[in-house]
């Protein structure tokens, strides 16, 4: 299994503000992936972290809007850009080595 | 049709009763399938994967795999009232090259409560 460590764990921001989701995994993983779960719902990916390369994002979410990075196979980034209040939600990162996923505990995320 | 759907909540069952989560998915070339727990307030724990038609046991755990009729449930024996959260089942994307390739997706989530 990996053990995953997000920071920050919650924050309040203003709208029109930007935020930074750093997601740390124990172990090399080749796969890492960023989701959103808004209150009652299931998670929703946003986008594959590919390293070395650009994130491949799902319908509905975009570069401009959810810059990724992924510098190795043990790290990784998530910024939340010009936040409104419907970005508030809570921000998951996962990895894992072959079939199996490991989530962080989450980036909860109220934008005022 | 949702892509994974799971059965209506919320479940209630009593204390050491027989607890049947299921799921259905519509991609019939998943090859990967999983069941997250997640309390109130945390983030989803992995507790069951199976990747091969019929029963994998685990402790009180169960998960029972029917690809023919794209299926899969999570049985939970002896149920007691730590076991109360919300499920998920989680299909993985399984045609290499293909855009849902190694990709999560999940169902809607059945709260399961645990009475004394």
Known sequence: ?112 | QKEVEQNSGPLSVPEGAIASLNCTYSDRVSQSFFWYRQYSGKSPELIMSIYSNGDKEDGRFTAQLNKASQYVSLLIRDSQPSDSATYLCAVKGGKAGGTSYGKLTFGQGTILTVHP
């Open chain 1, 1 to 112: 299994s990996a053990v995953i460590s997000q920071k920050p764990s919650r924050d309040i921001c203003q709208r029109g503000t930007s935020l930074t989701i750093q997601c740390q995994v124990d172990s090399q993983v080749t796969m890492m992936f960023w989701y959103r779960q808004q209150p009652g719902q299931s998670l929703t990916l946003i986008a594959t972290a590919n390293q070395g390369s650009e994130a491949t994002y799902e319908s509905g979410f975009v570069i401009d809007k959810f810059p990724i990075s992924r510098p190795n196979l043990t790290f990784s980034t998530l910024t939340v850009s010009n936040m409104s209040p419907e970005d508030s939600s809570i921000y998951l990162c996962s990895g894992g080595q072959g079939h199996e996923q490991y989530f962080g505990p989450g980036t909860r995320l109220t934008v005022t």
